[in-house]
């Protein structure tokens, strides 16, 4: 997976979530945690090895055709 790519689907999911137009029943805390440890390098971009397995599966879903 690009980290470009994930880096920016990272940054739109949480601000979906934390503006509202993104719910989950009962799931939002829990996916803003799984945002919150998600690091950045000296690049800008995120750390692979910090996105959780949940994480990349949502961000899958969310991005299906």
Do not use: A
């Amino acid at each position: 997976m690009e980290r470009e790519w994930l880096h920016q689907q990272v940054k739109n999911v949480k601000g979906k979530i934390c503006s509202g137009t993104l719910r989950f029943k009962c799931r939002d805390d829990y996916f803003l945690q799984q945002l919150d440890k998600v690091k950045e390098c000296e690049d800008g971009l995120i750390d692979m090895n910090t996105v959780s397995p949940t994480l990349i599966t949502l961000i899958k879903e969310i991005n299906k055709p």
